[in-house]
């Protein structure tokens, strides 16, 4: 059983920057890949960043290559997302997300194994 909790969103303008986190709790979290995926009102929900467990490989969404990075501190169990020149459309709720291995969290063809709550994320004009 894996529990996540995400923390940092809030409000910023066009061109700003905001990192948001994802603890951990419970056991091996080193063992699973992390992603962040993030939902905008009257949207599906869609994969944002992933990044394998012990951080060899990471996988960007078109919209966000270039402006955000995914990392993860396996000693604090937690996984990062640090998101820059953020603009209006990136505004959602975004989750944090667990699963076996990249693979399936990028394919999540049988679902992710964990999500968080979701924190909110406002990017204005």
């Known amino acids: 059983q894996l529990r996540l909790v995400e923390s940092g969103g809030g409000l910023v303008q066009a061109g700003g920057s905001l990192r948001v986190s994802c603890a951990a709790s419970?056991?091996?979290?080193?063992?699973?890949?992390m992603g962040w995926f993030r939902q905008a009102p009257g949207k599906e929900r869609e994969l944002v960043a992933g990044i394998s467990n012990i951080s060899i490989r990471t996988y960007y969404g078109d919209p966000v290559k270039g402006r955000f990075t995914i990392s993860r501190d396996n000693a604090k169990n937690t996984v990062y997302l640090q998101m820059n020149s953020l603009k209006p459309e990136d505004t959602a709720v975004y989750y944090c997300?667990?699963?076996?291995?990249?693979?399936?969290?990028?394919?999540?063809?049988?679902?992710?194994?964990?999500w968080g709550q979701g924190t909110q994320v406002t990017v204005s004009s």
């Open positions: 997300a667990a699963n076996r291995d990249l693979q399936a969290l990028v394919t999540g063809q049988r679902g992710q194994l964990y």
């Open positions: 419970g056991r091996a979290f080193s063992s699973y890949a």
